[in-house]
């Protein structure tokens, strides 16, 4: 008998969404979340109904004992957001990385067959920033914090501990545990804190001149691809230990971003160019090389596409008329 599948973070953006996908494949699904970023809205309730649901902070060493053993295990949760990097870089650091530290005992303990997690592009964000890696971005490329502390690096440190822990439990456990970096996954349902809604709402509330935050350069993957590559990469009889995650195929600017929405919706503005957040990368776009030569598989879903869903989605939640 299949053993159940684990997915921490699972009333998260990615996380339902994967959860969907996992319940549809006929899988046992358990979903722990401490609903602090996570939501208990009508689509969870919807998607989770078949599934069992934890709350629970994995922070706390004892978390997921009661829960028994699990196949695979996806571990999305994290505590993340530019404010709360900025204001709490120490919570944000316990939480990632005890919560890892847990997922991972407690997966070596109880034989999981394969533990997933996510990862980020922040990772090696200050290595593009200093020449150090080109841009699409493989993962083979160095790592680097700067000595001069920075809250918004500890989500980063926090990920790349993660990485060094997916090596670190394969080489002392034999667990197969698998570092995906996801690099700007976008698409419905993906709360109010990064920069696609952000924009749909100033468009939605028709604000004119359009305030855009920085002139920032990035590559936005539609969440149907990523879980795409992701679950795809089951079929792979030994993955590597980090792998990008993303949509390499078009790098757009913070501003034409803007006016790609603005076609979207029918309706334009004056865009207004204001400074970037402290410490947002200039550039960020993966060499998605390796997931398609392990898959086969590329990104479906054009910008345009995804961001017209994305869109829709947004605008009837808000309730404005099409």
């Known amino acids: 008998m299949a053993k159940p599948v684990l997915v921490t973070g699972g009333a998260g953006f990615i996380g339902l969404h994967l959860v969907d996908r996992l319940v549809a494949e006929g899988a046992e699904v358990v979903v722990v979340d401490d609903f602090r970023r996570g939501r208990q809205d009508r689509l969870f309730e919807a998607v989770a109904a078949p599934c069992r649901v934890v709350e629970a902070d994995l922070a706390d060493r004892h978390s997921l004992a009661p829960l028994g053993e699990f196949g695979d295990v996806y571990h999305l949760a994290a505590s993340v957001g530019a404010a709360l990097v900025t204001w709490n870089p120490a919570e944000v650091l316990r939480n990632n990385v005890l919560s890892t530290v847990h997922v991972l005992d407690h997966a070596a303990a109880g034989g999981a067959d394969r533990v997933w997690l996510a ?91 359009f305030p855009v935050y920085g002139d920032q350069r990035r590559s936005y993957c ?91 989605w947004y605008r009837h939640e808000a309730g404005a008329p099409a």
């Open 119 to 209: 990862s980020t592009s922040e990772v090696y964000a200050a290595s593009v920033e200093r020449g150090l890696a080109s841009v699409p971005t493989a993962e083979t490329v160095p790592v680097l914090f700067e000595a001069r502390y920075q809250p918004r690096s500890a989500y980063a440190v926090s990920k790349h501990v993660g990485e060094q822990l997916a090596h670190a439990f394969r080489h002392q456990h034999g667990l197969q545990v698998v570092a995906c970096r996801f690099h700007n996954v976008y698409g419905p349902r993906m709360g109010h804190d990064h920069v696609i809604p952000q924009l749909v709402a100033r468009i939605l509330d028709r604000v004119d001149p």
């Open 222 to 312: 539609y969440v149907d691809d990523a879980l795409n590559m992701l679950l795809q990469l089951r079929d792979v009889p030994n993955p590597p230990v980090v792998v990008n995650i993303g949509n390499g195929d078009e790098e757009i600017s913070a501003a034409d971003l803007a006016r790609r929405l603005f076609v979207v919706a029918g309706w334009s503005a004056s865009v207004e160019v204001h400074p970037a957040p402290p410490g947002s990368p200039d550039r960020r776009c993966p060499d998605i090389g390796l997931a398609a030569e392990l898959t086969g598989l590329r990104p479906a879903w054009p910008l345009d596409k995804g961001l017209e869903e994305t869109f829709a």
